[in-house]
């Protein structure tokens, strides 16, 4: 099946300081990926559509100097939050689109925590 | 805009019982539809998907959904239900307008498994 990967799993950051998450399609080349952020018993709500070799679509509400995408590779995008702050923490899942199969493989998440 | 609403936001089921988690769409045409699950700290994995053909689809772990078009409805069920199975359960449909990429999701319900 095709399995996505995100690293970190958890980290924990000092308010101020900027960190990367990285998001990885295993065995498909994914040229759209995904940012969702889930607040606690909450829904998923879409940040971003990271599109490989272009600049990432950012929905209505979404800072794109705090959340910076980058799509580098068919493989890879990566959000980075940008001078975070507490209101930041929260559990990050990207998620890959596979054109063939017109559907979405999640990773399994990165918890957030900002102190 | 379109949307999907669930309107069972918790749902208790003894084990070996029936289970049938509901969801409604709004959308002009018939967009694609997915249930997902999700346990405690953990990406979605994927239940199954309808595009089109037979309305009564077959997925993972025994569930099973029927689309209704006349009622815009896409109903998970489940004849026996496991302990295994408590966990949160999201609805997600794909329209035309965003190629079938983005999914709009509901506002999940959580599944509690008693003795």
């Known amino acids: 099946g095709a399995v996505v990967s995100q690293h970190p799993s958890w980290v924990i950051c000092k308010s101020g300081t900027s960190v990367k998450i990285e998001c990885r399609s295993l065995d498909f080349q994914a040229t759209t990926m995904f940012w969702y952020r889930q607040f606690p018993k909450q829904s998923l709500m879409l940040m971003a559509t990271s599109n490989e070799g272009s600049k990432a679509t950012y929905e209505q509400g979404v800072e794109k100097d705090k959340f910076l995408i980058n799509h580098a590779s068919l493989t890879l995008s990566t959000l980075t939050v940008t001078s975070a702050h507490p209101e930041d923490s929260s559990f990050y899942i990207c998620?890959?689109?596979?054109?063939?199969?017109?559907?979405?493989?999640f990773g399994p998440g990165t918890r957030l925590t900002v102190t | 805009a379109q949307s999907v609403t669930q309107p069972d936001i918790h749902i208790t089921v003894s084990e070996g019982a029936s289970l049938e988690l509901r969801c409604n769409y709004s959308y002009g045409a018939t967009p694609y539809l997915f249930w997902y699950v999700q346990s405690p700290g953990q990406g979605l994995q994927l239940l199954l998907k309808?595009?089109?053909?037979?309305?009564l689809v077959q997925g993972i772990k025994g569930f099973e959904a029927e689309f209704k078009r006349s009622q815009s409805s896409f109903n998970l069920r489940k004849p026996s239900v496991h302990w295994s199975d408590a966990a949160e359960y999201f609805c997600?449909?794909?329209?035309?307008?965003?190629?079938?990429?983005?999914?709009?999701f509901g506002t999940g319900t959580r599944l509690l498994v008693s003795p």
């Open positions: 309808y595009f089109s053909g037979d309305t």
């Open positions: 998620s890959a689109y596979r054109d063939t199969h017109y559907e979405q493989y």
């Open positions: 997600a449909v794909a329209s035309l307008n965003t190629g079938f990429q983005k999914l709009v």
